[in-house]
């Protein structure tokens, strides 16, 4: 940990490349992502992190869209809901992204090589993932925040339960957003199936 604070702005690059790896490798990045909070601070450690994950988005849906677009496809037929959702996708691609983003209905990783066997276009895909992306990365950065403040015996530190509240509220928030995504898209996909 300390090594990569003292590396300054090469450490900033060294976590973004190491990040942007795990995910186009589809290894599980919420540890990262709470590292990036006790490394680099919250503001900091999101756009990191938001930063890694969208350039990893974006090279795992051309990979999807190109070189293994044939596998991809097989695995999209295990994903009947994708399926329904690319129609919607080929008309709304932002908004739909967007939705899907704030309310992961697949992991975020396989889920990048998978839209890109589907109708959606890059920028509206791009920008959709990196907005919907957003809330929780920062909850979990800031989660990494938090473990750092609580583990480093600071004296101006608040008592715990102030940083649990603070996340609980957020993680309410991203809950009442999630819920209200998944209600709008099944609404589409509904939409969708009556046309």
Do not use: C, H
């Amino acid at each position: 940990v300390t090594q990569i604070q003292d590396m300054g702005p090469s450490g900033v690059a060294y976590f973004g490349f190491i990040y942007t790896i795990a995910e186009i490798l589809a290894i599980p990045a919420i540890p990262l992502t709470a590292s990036a909070g006790y490394l680099f601070g919250v503001r900091d450690g999101t756009l990191i992190v938001l930063l890694s994950a969208s350039i990893a988005a974006s090279i795992s849906f051309f990979i999807g869209r190109t070189l293994l677009r044939s596998y991809v496809e097989g695995i999209l037929g295990e994903y009947p809901k994708l399926q329904k959702l690319d129609r919607a996708i080929s008309s709304q691609g932002f908004k739909i992204m967007l939705l899907v983003r704030i309310a992961p209905i697949f992991p975020f990783a396989l889920s990048n090589y998978l839209y890109g066997v589907t109708s959606v276009k890059f920028w509206p895909y791009f920008w959709g993932t990196m907005l919907g992306f957003a809330p929780g990365t920062f909850a979990y950065v800031y989660s990494g925040v938090v473990g750092k403040i609580l583990t480093s015996g600071d004296d101006a530190a608040q008592p715990w339960y102030v940083y649990a509240g603070g996340l609980a509220l957020f993680s309410g928030f991203l809950k009442i957003g999630g819920d209200i995504a998944s209600d709008i898209i099944d609404n589409i996909e509904d939409e969708e199936n009556t046309s």
